[in-house]
Nanobody, 120 residues
Framework: QVHLVDSGGGSVQAGGSLRLSCASSEYTYSMGWFRQSPGQEREGVAF????????YYADSVKGRFTISRDNAKRTLYLQMNSLKLEDTAMYYC????????????????WGQGTQVTVSS
């Protein structure tokens, strides 16, 4: 069982920045971030794979968000810049056992979530 603990959410004005962190109890091949707004499906935001840190971003965050991981600390990060109102959501750290995790059905383990609220 892998335990994930998300942190770093908060309230910020549009155009601002936040950095999310996710501490993991074990290394997993794939890690990523999903987000979910009320009444919406959980959507994949950014993913990172393997030891070479291959990354994948949803089009909606490309160029604004950066995912990274520190394997020694078993910690995943999401640097979010130029935040928009539509980025408001609960953000969830996720871990998968295989390459290619991008959908919620691919996820083996979830963090508890951290709220991000962007205001005008």
């Amino acid at each position: 069982q892998v335990h994930l603990v998300d942190s770093g959410g908060g309230s910020v004005q549009a155009g601002g920045s936040l950095r999310l962190s996710c501490a993991s109890s074990e290394y997993t091949y794939s890690m990523g971030w999903f987000r979910q707004s009320p009444g919406q499906e959980r959507e994949g935001v950014a993913f990172i794979y393997g030891s070479v840190h291959t990354t994948y971003y949803a089009d909606s965050v490309k160029g604004r968000f950066t995912i990274s991981r520190d394997n020694a600390k078993r910690t995943l990060y999401l640097q979010m810049n130029s935040l928009k109102l539509e980025d408001t959501a609960m953000y969830y750290c996720a871990a998968g056992l295989e390459y290619g995790m991008r959908n919620a059905t691919d996820v083996a383990y979830w963090g508890q979530g951290t709220q991000v609220t962007v205001s005008s």
